[in-house]
């Protein structure tokens, strides 16, 4: 009699060992669900070849261009149509005078030579998001420009490269000094919330050479956005079958292990 208790007894606590794994591998399962509730994704908004404005004959001395509504070159509302410089081209990524070794075996939109009439080059392009990636707070912007360049996204400055910070830039600032032309730079963005926008959005990026003389001028660029996704429906599905199983395997095993104990 002692001995069929004890058997009950040690089949019982077998049987509450199981059904606990049970309920952990559906905590885990169920844990696993909610983590990847969200993933992060990188999507590439701008990726070269891209169409860009581009003015390329801005003069020495001569101050940036605004717009019949008194826009700036580089505020999302600027009309390249009525900039009161003019002369706004559309091209393709990437861009170049001269040999940029970067560039290797591509066919760059060739630009005005700067010696000696002008050392600035002004870059636009606008591209579209979803609420989800208009969401983002951090991305990559992969640049390659000689020999210095400012980004603005949307109007506010998102990055520099090889321009010292002395305010304002103007026409004739010059590059700090040659840049490296094979690389591109890899540069993790801070964005503001709010800085983005669902629908339309604009770049703008203006490329300064380190000096009248120098030969050669240029710009690619590519933007990620660093984005939270929620999985498809089939992911979804898949982690619940999966906790099912789980909870299922556990049960017939504690069943069968209270069946031997008797
Ligand atoms: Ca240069």
Not at 52 to 73: E, H, S
Not at 138 to 166: H, I, M, P
Request: hydrophobic share 45%.
């Amino acid at each position: 009699m002692l001995a069929e208790s004890g058997l009950m007894l040690k089949g019982q606590a077998a049987c509450v060992r199981f059904l606990a794994a049970a309920v952990f591998k559906l905590c885990v399962a169920v844990a696993v669900l909610h983590a990847t509730g969200r993933f992060c994704a990188a999507d590439l908004i701008i990726s070269s070849p891209s169409q860009w404005n581009y003015l390329d004959t801005l003069g020495f001395n001569q101050a940036y261009p605004i717009d019949a509504q008194q826009n700036v070159w580089s505020s999302p509302s600027f009309n390249v149509a009525t900039s009161s410089s003019g002369g706004w081209k559309t091209g393709p990524s990437p861009f170049a005078q001269g040999i940029i070794d970067g560039f290797f075996n591509r066919s760059p939109t060739i630009l005005n030579p700067t010696s000696p009439a002008h050392l600035t080059d002004l870059f636009r392009t606008s591209f579209s998001l979803d609420a989800i990636q208009a969401s983002a707070v951090s991305g990559t912007v992969s640049v390659l420009c000689d020999d210095g360049c400012v980004g603005y996204l949307n109007g506010a400055e998102l990055f520099r490269v090889n321009l010292n910070t002395e305010q304002p830039i103007t026409a004739n600032t010059p590059a700090v000094n040659v840049n490296d032309e094979a690389v591109y730079r890899n540069i993790p963005l801070t964005i503001a919330p709010g800085q983005l926008h669902v629908g339309e959005n604009m770049l703008a990026v203006e490329v300064h050479n380190v000096s009248f003389t120098n030969g050669d001028m240029g710009l690619d660029l590519n933007l990620s956005l660093d984005v939270q996704r929620v999985p498809e429906p089939a992911t979804v599905s898949l982690i619940a079958v999966a906790a099912a199983a789980f909870s299922t395997i556990a049960a017939r095993r504690a069943i069968a292990v209270m069946r031997t104990s008797r």
